[in-house]
């Protein structure tokens, strides 16, 4: 029942990610899923009594949790579509208004002079990773252009 779970999990993890309405089989199964897990777990434990049940269904919780904790992760992290860098009136989608400012104000002189910074050269000077620079660059390059 584990890898029910796993696998309803994902498919909501997924559908948070990409900001689509997560299907209704995904949560059935994920429902189904703990329920029996939980209820097994929790008479494989009765023979030990009360707490040999909440030890049992410790497990089956612990992950449900985790994995509502991963999901409360991504969709922080969604930007939304309302996202417009306030320069150029275009929306940056899953840029930050904090690292457009800081990248203006960090790349001015390239800017100015026409030219972009590489996606390293990005990297480097903001610590960001590879998704962040490109964006930063794309921004960039729309100040460069207007």
Request: proline residues 5%; glycine residues 12%.
């Amino acid at each position: 029942m584990d890898g029910l779970i796993w696998a309803s999990s994902m498919v909501m993890l997924d559908s948070a990610r990409r900001g689509v309405p997560v299907p209704s089989l995904a949560r059935w199964l994920l429902g189904l899923g703990i329920a029996a897990t939980l209820a097994a777990n929790v008479v494989h434990g009765l023979g030990h009594g009360q707490v040999g049940a909440v030890v049992g269904a410790w497990p089956a919780v612990a992950l449900v949790g985790s994995y509502e904790l991963l999901m409360m992760i991504i969709r922080g992290t969604q930007q939304t579509a309302s996202d417009v860098s306030p320069e150029t009136g275009q929306a940056v989608a899953g840029m930050p208004h904090v690292l457009q400012a800081r990248a203006a104000e960090e790349f001015a002189g390239d800017v100015v002079a026409g030219g972009l910074p590489s996606i390293r050269v990005i990297r480097a000077r903001l610590h960001v990773g590879q998704p962040r620079a490109q964006l930063v660059r794309a921004y960039l390059a729309t100040l460069a252009a207007g």
